[in-house]
Structures are given as structure tokens and as C-alpha cells.
């Protein structure tokens, strides 16, 4: 099993920036992609970005040129750097992790942009 915690989310202004972060433990070892979704009300769940243990990454559309993903192995840390906040990315933001193929979720951190 693998656990995953977020942190980093809260309210911030448009245009304004963020940093979140989700550590894994458990049975680290064999992980590969991890990366985060998000889910605004009413809406499904959506990849934003993701990123392979040797660093490839892919993004959504909507974020590109604002956001960064980024991982530490050595700490089994997976990274979101959210630059030019709009209130459009409010959203419940989830930590995936792929292992063995089998897919592991975060408990999610709120972002808030407000405008």
C-alpha cells in the first residue's frame, strides 16, 4: 500500500501563486508516474499534470506555461508549482501515484482563487 499526503493548498488572490506537495510512504519502492488532479464542483475529475520517475512530464492544456510539476525520488515527493493563479482553478487538487499499475490517491488539498 502506498499513502499519500498533500499539503500546501488555502486561498490566494488571482494572479498569485502557489506550492503544493504530496509525500509518499508505505511501499514506496516501484513507483512510478505521479501527479495531480483536480475537481471543481460540479465538474469530473481532471488531470493537471503528472510526471515520470525519470522526468517526463505532461500537462493540461489549461495550465501550460503556469504550472510546474516536479518530483524528489529520494523523498518520494511529487511537487506543483502554480504560477498566474485564475479563480478557474479553484478546485480540490488530488495526489495520484501509479504503482505496479495500480493507481493511489490523496485525501486532496482546496485551492481557492478568488478574483
Known amino acids: 500500500q502506498v499513502q499519500l499526503v498533500e499539503s500546501g493548498g488555502g486561498l490566494v488572490q488571482a494572479g498569485g501563486s502557489l506550492r503544493l506537495s504530496c509525500a509518499a510512504s508505505?511501499?514506496?519502492?516501484?513507483?512510478?508516474?505521479m501527479g495531480w488532479y483536480r475537481q471543481a464542483p460540479g465538474k469530473q475529475r481532471e488531470l493537471v499534470a503528472s510526471?515520470?520517475?525519470?522526468?517526463?512530464?505532461n500537462y493540461a492544456d489549461s495550465v501550460k506555461g503556469r504550472f510546474t510539476v516536479s518530483r524528489d525520488n529520494a523523498k518520494n515527493t511529487v511537487y506543483l508549482q502554480m504560477n498566474s493563479l485564475k479563480p478557474e482553478d479553484t478546485a480540490v487538487y488530488y495526489c495520484?501515484?501509479?504503482?505496479?499499475?495500480?493507481?493511489?490517491w490523496g485525501k486532496g488539498t482546496l485551492v481557492t482563487v478568488s478574483s
Open positions: 495520484n501515484a501509479e504503482r505496479f499499475g495500480e493507481d493511489y
Open positions: 508505505g511501499s514506496t519502492l516501484g513507483l512510478n508516474a
Open positions: 510526471i515520470t520517475r525519470g522526468g517526463s512530464t
